[in-house]
């Protein structure tokens, strides 16, 4: 998915790893209730990437990853079916306001639809304040 402002969004892969951790870091650094652990990161990374129903996607310009998210795949007992977990919706800081969000989770409702899922859901720290402001303008 190419957007206008210059930036691609695709599924990550794993030579993407290293610079996943280094956006990870700058969202715990935000959200204090998690710590940041690189080699803990890198797994969790390593487990979505290899996930069969699972994403993560990025957001790329002139080839740097500025971006991500990532969606994973769980049961609903109150929707009888499968629903979509939204985490780990970042963008570095220089990026921020140029539409990469917007496009990053675009991609995570196209996925879901592909999929079938009934809903999609996710939660943000309640100190995280640019990023509730950023989901109430998504709608």
Do not use: W
């Not at 030579?15 to 209730?33: M, Q, T, V």
């Not at 690189?38 to 500025?66: H, Y």
């Not at 991500?68 to 985490?87: D, F, N, P, Y």
Request: hydrophobic share 40%; aromatic share 6%.
């Amino acid at each position: 998915m190419t957007n206008n402002t210059g930036h691609i969004v695709r599924e990550a892969r794993n030579e993407d790893i290293p610079a996943l951790i280094g956006l990870l870091e700058e969202l715990f650094s935000i959200e204090k209730d998690f710590f940041f652990d690189p080699e803990a990161q890198k797994r969790g990374i390593e487990l979505l990437i290899q996930s069969a129903d699972d994403r993560i996607f990025v957001a790329e310009i002139d080839k740097n990853v500025v971006g991500m998210c990532s969606v994973q795949i769980l049961i609903s007992t109150a929707k009888g079916g499968r629903v979509g977990l939204v985490e780990d919706v970042v963008v570095s800081k220089n990026y921020q306001g140029c539409g990469v969000g917007r496009t990053l989770m675009s991609a995570i409702d196209n996925y879901a639809k592909e999929l079938g899922l009934s809903r999609l859901q996710l939660l943000a720290d309640k100190n995280n304040h640019l990023a509730i402001g950023f989901y109430r303008n998504m709608g």
